[in-house]
């Protein structure tokens, strides 16, 4: 697995940025194509829904992990 890279993203008219491993990123962005949303649409969901104990980049994270568990049950 790869290292976490900085990513930009737009959220609600605010730049922000997560730091995702290459293959999360590719997921993530795999995920948006797949839902037709832009991935800065679909990050913002994940923002809005995500706990304040938890961080973007984790909240993407799970959300990755959530999607494949739920296409491979």
Request: glycine share 2%; no cysteine; hydrophobic share 40%.
């Given at each position: ?11 609600r008219g ?60």
């Open positions: 697995m790869s290292r976490p890279v900085k990513r930009s993203l737009t959220l605010h730049r922000t940025s997560v730091s995702l491993e290459d293959e999360f990123w590719r997921a993530f962005r795999d995920i948006a194509a797949r839902k037709n949303k832009p991935i800065n649409e679909l990050a913002a969901e994940i923002d809005e829904a995500r706990g304040v104990e938890s961080g973007l980049a984790s909240a993407i994270r799970l959300y990755v992990l959530a999607d494949y568990e739920s296409r491979s049950a």
